[in-house]
């Protein structure tokens, strides 16, 4: 008896990013405001990051709350219509129940259910790792239409008076809608770890520690020096990589959005990449702070906002951070 083929599915050839939402914290929280337990100063906070002010959520405002409102104006702005959502991803490192997931509670929020839906931490690089997973289940035809969420109320795993993080952080969310294309809207990524230098950003305890009593409530911290030298040096370079894969030249994007983790990182990549003044680059770190998974979302909501004329062209996106993980790929923003 001969063995029975599995069908198999097949979906689009390509798709695209139909619609950018964001949420962000409900608090504008200046640098005055921090620079008492770290024993610091506004002028050093912005000579160090570029940050003027951070928003960050009230008490009773969770990562997932904000999810649900950005999710909430990327459908709106889609066009499509909440019901033929079949995928939810979102990218998180602060959801405060490690289950359920955030995603299966915002797509039943926004009208998704049932959806295929879960989240995934990659930290800095989340929103790009779901970018890519969603681009290509949808072109192997397991989904329809993706929901993809970077979502963080970072301000729930801060100690005010580590200096090496804490004044960095803020809290939102940054939410777009991907679906079929009659092009290719999502090049293919340069994304990857190196879990060798694992210690340079990440939690200073685990949960079990903390409900043994042996650790206080666990919060980010970093070695500052090694992750600014591995961002500015090794990350400029996956950027260049990300242009080649998808076949263009720095001068042929219409913006350049990194991760939003300081704005020095910022300057240098764009010095390295030799962009040219057409090209426009995000800095939303000055007033949102660094927002982890949600930070390219977010800036690019705003460029959209402040540069309509940004619409239809190349955006080169690349997030970095603990793991180490990165992930980088071009987009047509929508």
Request: proline share 5%.
């Amino acid at each position: 008896m001969s063995q029975p083929v599995l069908q198999q599915s097949h979906g689009p050839e390509f798709t695209r990013i139909y619609s950018y939402g964001a949420a962000r914290g409900d608090l504008v929280v200046p640098n005055d405001d921090l620079i008492g337990p770290i024993d610091s100063s506004d002028e050093w906070i912005r000579q160090r990051t570029g940050i003027i002010t951070r928003t960050r959520a009230s008490h009773d405002i969770l990562a997932v709350d904000l999810a649900t409102d950005a999710a909430r104006e990327a459908i709106e702005k889609s066009g499509i219509a909440p019901e033929q959502i079949d995928l939810v991803i979102i990218a998180t490192i602060s959801n405060v129940r490690v289950t359920p997931s955030m995603a299966a509670v915002v797509a039943d929020r926004v009208g998704a259910n049932p959806a295929a839906a879960y989240d995934e931490n990659a930290a800095c690089a989340g929103f790009s790792y779901a970018v890519t997973q969603a681009d290509a289940l949808i072109r192997t035809g397991a989904a329809h239409y993706a929901l993809v969420i970077g979502a963080e109320k970072l301000s729930d795993i801060v100690d005010p008076t580590d200096r090496s993080i804490s004044f960095l952080l803020g809290d939102g969310a940054g939410a777009v809608v991907i679906g079929p294309s009659d092009f290719p809207g999502i090049a293919a990524p340069v994304w990857g770890s190196d879990g060798s230098k694992a210690d340079a950003v990440g939690m200073n305890a685990n949960i079990t520690d903390f409900r043994d009593g042996i650790a206080p409530w666990p919060t980010l911290r970093q070695e500052g020096q090694t992750v600014f030298r591995w961002a500015v040096w090794d990350m400029a370079k996956v950027a260049k990589q990300a242009l080649e894969v998808a076949g263009v030249k720095a001068e042929d994007l219409a913006a350049f959005i990194p991760h939003q983790a300081n704005m020095r990182i910022i300057d240098e990549f764009a010095k390295q990449l030799g962009l040219p003044e057409s090209v426009v680059i995000a800095r939303d770190i000055a007033t949102t702070g660094n927002t982890s998974a949600a930070s390219i979302p977010l800036a690019t909501h705003r460029l959209l906002e402040e540069h309509p004329e940004l619409s239809g062209g190349l955006a080169l996106q690349i997030g970095f951070g603990a793991g180490l993980v990165f992930g980088a790929q071009v987009v047509v923003l929508p």
